[in-house]
């Protein structure tokens, strides 16, 4: 019986070996994207998809779960499995330094987007929204809209690096401001009802508070919410520009009264982007560069008509 | 004067947690001007609701003995189907809306369970990994039905009972009582009654206290394990299509980690993790008292990770106390 | 105060809130003596042992050990000086081997500085210490595979390796058969004549006749006296433990049983564990079933209760034939149980005498929608604790506050509160006190005389002859015979217990 099994682990081996060969006549390119839970993530990887579709490359898209000890493990498999590229979207740039590393030793070229590997050397290329830039456009935003006298808040999220980025970026902007008081930071933990008690107790303290900045398309749900609860006249710049952003910005008559602006980061681009510096890189040798921003862009109820 | 503060000494060993509570409303009250204000009261009635129904359910499991910590997945499941099944009729009015809601929850709610209350009371799986599996479950069917996407673009109609307040009057525009308080307060005592007055509640108590005895009394004790943790989930999946009102947006992602403040609340409140012991009155003081720390904490502007350190401290040294409390009665009583 | 004084006490006084257990009792304790300490529930037995191994800090007085005073703040402590004590309730590691347990907590360790276990050589020194016991047993065996007289002997193995000087026994043959306790006598015996203090608790006269030398008797925490069995006898004894002289100790009216048919098992047999039973009980008869423990009498309750499966066999009720699948069923059929564990099959200890109380019956007195009747709950239960005589401050008052024979009596009005008219009884007046018994057989009379039935097992022999009108008894699983009440002796039920 035992022998039996040895048999046939043996005969499962030369099996897998002679499909990788087989498998080996086009690029391979691992993806490991941020989250399989956020739809930022997922419509990267769809632009993922339907680019490498295009290209003919094969994509071995994994699910980073948002922990760099789950990355580390599929950039390890990643190596065994001897694909041509790995491209991923770090959680925690010293997390998964080693595997990073590892894959270099390995040969293996390492790509960046969304979030960059800043820990790491010898990343190829990085492609990923600027989000210092979009805090930037938000407090700008958020200027434009508060009429005078009135204070502004932001919901934020400091577990997450590019949220504290873009809340870097609005305090920059903020802090140049002398007439416009920037009261309440509040951190919703990715939860939009924690979102919605945020705005509500911000709220009963500022009925009249004039704008807020939510760094989060779950942020923007829920403080609408308590927004439209309270009968509160406060205006959302939200962040992201997921589907239902947009839905809700398009709505004029409802809820776009409310959720007004939306600095919005372009999943498909940066997917495609991406893509093609893979494949650049992998049939030439060269990128464009070695960083490649993706500007994140407004989007109003005006510039969706267009 | 002695038998004064004897008797002082036994209402404070008695209701610990109340004080705790009251403590809190001074402390909050004397340090921020908004804290007491009526509109604000309105908030934490309405923010702790949630909270409260879920705590409420769970109450049930713990006291037969058993955990559910499949709570918070669920209740995002429920929240999720209720968005999609109202997202088939776009023109829906309040009752409608309401109708969805609960039907969604109803059913949600009593399939988890089942399963649940079937693995632990017939297969005999440890409460604790059975429901680990249906909290995994739960979840990711959120994911799998919703492509990972919020469930958005419903009518405002859907919001009623999340997001409304009824008696509005002229210092308070918006109404005074916020729906979905109403809601609770009315499903709390429903159960209140069920686990005191009935027959039902009876036998949940006995299962908890001593399983043997309450089947050699001739409790149907797979019956009412099964049963608790059908009310479990599904009191969880009319919290989760709250959410979902509230919010006018199903979300798969949302709840997370609400069977750990349904947890604590119960337990905070003095319901015992070892069964047999515990209200659902205790569970919604319990509650308050995180809704009130988490409301006060916002309004005072303080870090939300130290928000989180002082919630774990307060309940702590609540529980701590409570068990000392018992310590000391238990060596009273043996002579 | 003689050389051969080992511990002594004096003036010690202990007080809980509301209750004084202990005031200001001296006593000695002489080397290599059986010291008997006996007295009703409640009379400070407990505390002043308590006090003794350590568990409590006596208010005032002082402990002297070989003429040296010592003050235990904790059990180690005592247990350091030589002290042990052997609880009713056994406390063995149900899934370690008989060697782990005997050294469990002294574990014997390979020399280097790895911390692990010298299993061989603690093996070696288990069986030496048994076979000085003159008893044979595998020690690799585990635990919890031991009949309970087996796990208590593990228990004086364990003490004895810790070089006792002094070995208090509460209730050591509470769970042990007639055999069983001839053993236990025996290696009494011999750790006495090593010169070993047993401080032996018990309820039981006749035990404490047989193997003590001396007899102290606590009344409501006042030591009463000290006596030598020699001179004194169990009347005496008893009179001064309950503070009157009792005529009768069992309240045994010649019942005229009527010969009607309540209960008849055919051929029940559970494979493996017993067989053929067939017996029949009658209306206003009490049924005993007597035996080793081990003979599997519990196990013939609980089959006929539904709490196990019969392998072949039928039960009938009064000439029907039934299938009694669940205890739910067996209620249906106004079957009660009274399990021999109180603690872990018999009450819900943290709940109020009223919870305890009408549990069974609660299915019947609810409205359309569930909801139980209060009204009738707390007058039945205010019924029975006036009927019954359950002493409690109120229906609400936890029952884990009340002594063991009030306990018991609750669990008893439990089964007549739902109208049982069937009791099957195991083992219950184990561990109660003398007058909470003499009321319990009162009780039980009054149930069979108003046309109820009782099969009650019971390993107390004189209870047995007593309170049966009928014995069967059992030997490992079969039925060795059936005794009437007026030809039964101790001698031929041990006969048939014990021998082919």
């Avoid at chain 2, 005191?196 to 004790?221: C, D, P």
């Avoid at chain 3, 911390?115 to 050589?121: A, F």
């Avoid at chain 3, 070995?167 to 010169?195: N, Y």
């Avoid at chain 3, 009658?282 to 006929?304: A, F, P």
Wanted: net charge negative.
């Amino acid at each position: 019986m035992k022998k039996f099994f040895i048999v046939l682990l043996v005969v499962c081996f030369v099996l897998a070996g002679a499909l990788s060969v087989y498998a080996e006549e086009e690029l391979t390119v691992g993806f490991i994207v941020g989250s399989r839970e956020h739809v930022f993530y997922n419509l990267i990887e769809k632009s993922i998809m339907e680019t490498c579709e295009e290209l003919g490359i094969e994509p071995l898209v994994y699910d980073g779960e948002l922990d760099a000890n789950v990355q580390s493990n599929h950039i390890q498999n990643l190596i065994s499995m001897e694909v041509d590229a790995i491209a991923l979207a770090t959680v925690d740039a010293g997390g998964v330094a080693p595997a990073i590393e590892a894959a270099q030793k390995a040969g293996i070229p390492v790509f960046t987007f969304d979030s960059p590997a800043s820990t790491s050397k010898d990343i190829i290329c990085h492609a990923g929204t600027d989000n210092v830039e979009g805090g930037r456009l938000g407090a700008k935003e958020v200027l434009r809209l508060l009429k005078p006298g009135q204070t502004c808040a932001m919901i934020g999220n400091p577990a997450s690096s590019s949220v504290l980025d873009r809340q870097k970026g609005f305090e920059e902007v903020m802090n140049d401001q002398k007439d416009v008081e920037y009261a309440f930071f509040g951190n919703y933990q990715g939860d939009a009802n924690v979102a919605f008690s945020l705005m509500e107790d911000w709220l009963t303290q500022d009925p009249d508070l004039g704008a807020v900045f939510c760094a989060g398309d779950p942020a923007c749900t829920g403080a609408l919410g308590a927004i439209k609860a309270a009968n509160a006249k406060t205006l959302i710049v939200g962040f992201d520009g997921n589907p239902e952003a947009i839905s809700a910005i398009e709505d004029v008559e409802n809820d776009g009264k409310y959720w007004v602006s939306e600095i919005s980061q372009n999943p498909a681009l940066i997917g495609k982007t991406i893509c093609e510096q893979i494949l650049k890189y992998l049939t030439t040798g060269k990128v464009d560069s070695e960083l490649i921003p993706i500007d994140p862009f407004i989007i109003t109820a005006e510039t969706l008509k267009k | 004067m002695k038998q004064h503060t004897k008797r002082f000494s036994n209402f404070v060993n008695n209701n610990a947690v109340l004080i705790v509570l009251l403590l809190l409303v001074v402390f909050f009250g004397f340090s921020n001007k908004t804290f007491l204000k009526p509109n604000n009261l309105i908030n934490i009635t309405s923010q702790m609701s949630i909270n409260v129904i879920i705590a409420t359910g769970i109450t049930f499991v713990i006291i037969t003995g058993g955990i559910d910590i499949s709570v918070g997945s669920v209740a995002a499941f429920a929240g999720i189907f209720s968005t999609f099944v109202a997202k088939l009729f776009p023109g829906i009015s309040v009752v409608e809306g309401l109708a969805i809601q609960i039907a969604s929850a109803l059913l949600i709610g009593a399939i988890c369970g089942l399963f649940n209350g079937i693995m632990v009371g017939y297969l005999k799986v440890v409460p604790m990994i059975a429901t680990l599996a249906m909290m995994n479950i739960a979840r990711g069917l959120a994911y799998v039905v919703t492509n990972g996407q919020p469930v958005y673009g419903l009518s405002n109609n859907f919001s009623w009972i999340g997001a409304g307040r009824i008696i509005e009057t002229e210092r308070f525009p918006l109404g005074i009582l916020p729906n979905n308080a109403i809601f609770t307060v009315i499903i709390v005592l429903l159960m209140h009654l069920l686990l005191t007055t009935t027959v039902f509640g009876r036998h949940v108590y006995a299962v908890g206290s001593n399983e043997a005895v309450a089947y050699l009394s001739g409790v149907n004790v797979k019956k009412i394990k099964v049963l608790t943790y059908m009310i479990s989930s599904i009191l969880a999946a009319l919290g989760g299509v709250c959410i979902a009102s509230k919010l006018n947006n199903g979300q798969p992602g949302s709840a997370e980690g609400y069977e750990m403040y349904a947890i604590a609340a119960t337990v905070l409140g003095g319901t015992s993790l070892s069964g047999g012991k515990g209200s659902v009155a205790r569970a919604v003081i319990g509650a308050s008292i995180i809704a009130i720390i988490n409301n006060g904490m916002n309004l005072l502007q303080i870090s939300s990770y130290w928000q989180k350190v002082i919630t774990g401290v307060i309940i702590l040294v609540a529980v701590l106390f409570d068990n000392l409390q018992r310590e000391r009665k238990i060596k009273t009583s043996v002579k | 105060m003689s050389n051969n004084c080992v511990l002594s006490l004096s003036n010690i006084s202990k007080s809980f809130p509301g209750v004084k257990a202990l005031s200001n009792v001296s006593l000695d304790f002489r080397k290599g003596e059986v010291h008997a300490i006996v007295g009703e529930n409640g009379a400070g037995k407990s505390t002043l042992m308590k006090i003794v191994s350590g568990v409590y800090i006596p208010d005032s007085g002082t402990i002297t050990i070989d003429n040296e005073e010592v003050s235990f703040k904790k059990p180690r402590e005592a247990l350091e000086k030589g002290v042990s004590i052997i609880h009713q309730e056994l406390n063995i590691a149900k899934d370690l081997t008989v060697a782990e347990n005997i050294y469990l907590g002294e574990e014997i360790r390979l020399k280097g500085f790895l911390p692990l276990i010298d299993r061989k050589r603690m093996e070696q020194l288990s069986e030496n210490i048994l076979e000085k016991m003159g008893v044979k047993m595998d020690i690799r065996r585990v635990s919890d595979e031991l009949t309970a007289s087996e796990q208590q002997l593990i228990e004086i193995a364990k003490v004895i390796n810790r070089n006792s000087k002094i070995i208090i026994m509460d209730e050591p043959t509470s769970s042990l058969s007639e055999a069983e306790i001839q053993v236990l006598f025996k290696i009494i015996d011999q750790l006495k004549r090593q010169g070993i203090t047993i401080i032996y608790i018990s309820h039981r006269m006749k035990e404490i006749f047989e193997i003590c030398d001396r007899v102290t008797i606590l009344r409501d925490g006042n030591l009463i006296k000290t006596m030598n069995i020699k001179d004194t006898n169990e009347k005496e004894v008893v009179a001064n433990m309950i503070g009157r002289t009792i005529t009768s100790y069992y309240d045994k009216t010649t019942r005229h049983t009527q010969k009607n048919e309540m209960l008849r098992v055919e051929d029940l047999t559970i494979d493996g564990v017993f067989e053929n039973i067939s017996f029949t009980l009658y209306e206003g008869e009490i049924l005993g079933l007597s035996g080793l423990v081990g003979s599997k009498r519990t196990d013939v309750l609980e089959c006929i209760f539904g709490v196990r499966k019969p392998d072949k066999g039928k039960v009938f009720i009064r000439g029907e034939e039934v299938t009694i699948r669940n205890p739910r069923e067996a209620h249906a059929y106004k079957i009660g149980f009274v399990t021999e564990d109180r603690r872990r099959t018999g009450l819900m200890l943290d709940q109020s005498v009223l919870a305890n109380l009408v549990l069974p019956s609660l299915n019947h007195h609810k409205n359309r929608i569930g909801i139980v009747d209060s009204k009738w709950e707390g007058q039945t239960t205010k019924d029975y604790i006036e009927k019954i005589g359950i002493k409690t401050p109120g229906t609400f008052s936890i029952i884990r506050n009340l002594s063991g024979g009030n306990q018991q009596k609750v669990i008893l009005s439990r089964w007549l509160a739902a109208n049982s008219d069937i009791l099957l009884l195991d083992e219950p007046t184990r561990g109660i006190d003398v007058n909470s018994k003499a009321e319990f057989y009162k009780i039980m009379n009054t149930f069979v005389s108003n046309g109820g039935g009782i099969i009650m097992v019971s390993s107390e022999m004189p209870e047995i002859l007593g309170v049966a009108d009928r014995i069967i008894v059992m030997r490992e699983g079969k039925m060795k015979g059936e005794l009437d009440s007026e030809n039964a002796t101790e001698l031929k039920i041990i006969e048939l217990a014990s021998f082919d």
